[in-house]
T-cell receptor, first 115, second 113 residues
Framework: EAQVTQNPRYLITVTGKKLTVTCSQN?????MSWYRQDPGLGLRQIYY???????DKGDVPEGYKVSRKEKRNFPLILESPSPNQTSLYFC??????????????FGNGTRLTVT | GDSVTQMEGPVTLSEEAFLTINCTYT??????LFWYVQYPGEGLQLLLK?????DKGSNKGFEATYRKETTSFHLEKGSVQVSDSAVYFC????????????FGAGTRLFVKA
């Protein structure tokens, strides 16, 4: 089944404790992206990747890191989480490089709470 | 800058009522427009899309027409069902040397039996 898989689904952590949220897609998509969803703000892009070893900042990259060493994986790293990073996170992928009319395929989300 | 504005929710309707969720956008160039739907506990999934002016996207009884003159992409359905209860996101996508999708804030729809 074609899908984007995120893990974990739920995560509770404490301020300053490094964490990684994994994302994997099995559709051979070139483009991958991370979003956070907050009430009243919709989805805001954190980082995106156009292909292996190519990543760039989105609208809210502060406090996050990513890597794209393989085409299928795009982990999101929080080196020192803070309470303002409590949010619902989504990974998404798309098949076409630079094609604006290709829809995004989303994972089921990771709900992160930082205390 | 580029942006998407959609009507605030929640929207509460009775089953078989007519649905309209308004969406307007601001963009440089010629974006593609999308509606995504998010069911409880799930990620977003594409509902419909339109890639150029006057295109109509449709799926599962939902429709939206790309109106360049009014910069709008309103979502409509003639008869909603309880199973349509979800959050609906309007989005635009720009092909400006990269690939960026901008989302509206989302509109929550409740449909009562």
């Amino acid at each position: 089944e074609a899908q984007v898989t995120q893990n974990p689904r739920y995560l509770i952590t404490v301020t300053g404790k490094k964490l990684t949220v994994t994302c994997s897609q099995n559709m051979n998509h070139e483009y991958m992206s991370w979003y956070r969803q907050d009430p009243g703000l919709g989805l805001r892009q954190i980082y995106y990747s156009m292909n292996v070893e190519v990543t760039d900042k989105g609208d809210v990259p502060e406090g996050y890191k990513v890597s794209r060493k393989e085409k299928r994986n795009f982990p999101l790293i929080l080196e020192s989480p803070s309470p303002n990073q409590t949010s619902l996170y989504f990974c998404a992928s798309s098949p076409r490089l630079g094609q604006g009319n290709s829809p995004l395929h989303f994972g089921n989300g990771t709900r992160l709470t930082v205390t | 800058g580029d942006s998407v504005t959609q009507m605030e929710g929640p929207v509460t309707l009775s089953e078989e009522a007519f649905l309209t969720i308004n969406c307007t956008y601001t963009a440089t160039g010629y974006p593609s427009l999308f509606w995504y739907v998010q069911y409880p506990g799930e990620g977003l999934q594409l509902l419909l899309k339109a890639t150029k002016a006057d295109d109509k996207g449709s799926n599962k009884g939902f429709e939206a027409t790309y109106r360049k003159e009014t910069t709008s992409f309103h979502l409509e359905k003639g008869s909603v069902q309880v199973s349509d209860s979800a959050v609906y996101f309007c989005a635009l996508s720009l092909n400006t040397g990269g690939f960026k999708t901008i989302f509206g804030a989302g509109t929550r729809l409740f449909v009562k039996a």
